[in-house]
């Protein structure tokens, strides 16, 4: 069975970092661009980041470049989000979920999420 | 910006058609459209990708299309378990863009 499960949430205060985790299982972890995507209380799916399978390729969405780091570990099946200068508004459930296409440079979407790990940034 | 209606109602048993547009000009079989389904408290689960391929799990009722610049979802033979909020998404090489999402009630 295909399984994403994520870990790490937690209270945080505006400025402190958080370390979220994703373990997988079920597939061939190191085939896929996997992805991190986050939903506020009450609202939509927000892309955070991106990562090719072999970790040539990361990109970011806009409302974190440049405080959040995406990366991966293909020996031990974990994908990670690095978050940094967490303000109030990164409170939301974090999903983890894999890329639909093998051995890819670029993105496309999502067939398999997580339950999800919840960050609250607040002091 | 990716749009999408905010709200339909859908009559059980009826068909209705869900758009998912972009700011930046039609979107085309190759910003390779995914439509997610999400009820609440659950996480999101994809219905659809790459415009209209389905999943095992993807109950026949829903079809896929790209349709005067927008990318379409089509429910046929509405169910009461449909009632959900949907989101499409669409890739821009780089980088992929959710819609705001929109909530469907069958009623």
């Known amino acids: 069975e295909v399984q994403l499960v994520e870990s790490g949430g937690g209270l945080v205060q505006p400025g402190r970092s958080l370390r979220l985790s994703c373990a997988a299982s079920?597939?061939?972890?190191?085939?896929?661009?996997m992805h991190w995507v986050r939903q506020a209380p009450g609202k939509g799916l927000e892309w955070v980041s991106g990562i090719s399978w072999n970790s040539d390729n990361v990109a970011y969405g806009d409302s974190v470049k440049g405080r959040f780091t995406i990366s991966r570990d293909n020996a031990r099946n974990s994908l990670y989000l690095q978050m940094n200068s967490l303000r109030p508004e990164d409170t939301a459930l974090y999903y983890c979920a894999k890329d639909t296409s093998t051995g890819t440079y670029y993105f496309y979407g999502m067939d398999v999420w997580g339950q999800g790990t919840t960050v609250t940034v607040s002091s | 910006v990716v749009t999408q209606e905010p709200s339909l109602t859908v009559s059980p048993g009826g068909t209705v058609t869900l758009t998912c547009g972009s700011s930046?000009?039609?979107?085309?079989?190759?910003?390779?459209p995914y439509w997610f389904q999400q009820k609440p408290g659950q996480a999101p689960r994809t219905l659809i990708y790459?415009?209209?391929k389905k999943y095992s799990w993807t109950p026949a009722r829903f079809s896929g299309s790209v349709l005067g610049g927008k990318a379409a979802l089509t429910l046929s033979g509405a169910q009461p378990e449909d009632e959900a909020e949907y989101y499409c998404?669409?890739?821009?090489?780089?980088?992929?863009?959710f819609g705001g999402g929109t909530k469907l009630t069958v009623l």
């Open positions: 790459q415009t209209s």
């Open positions: 930046t000009g039609a979107v085309t079989s190759g910003h390779y």
């Open positions: 079920g597939f061939t972890f190191d085939d896929y661009a």
């Open positions: 998404l669409v890739s821009y090489s780089n980088s992929v863009v």
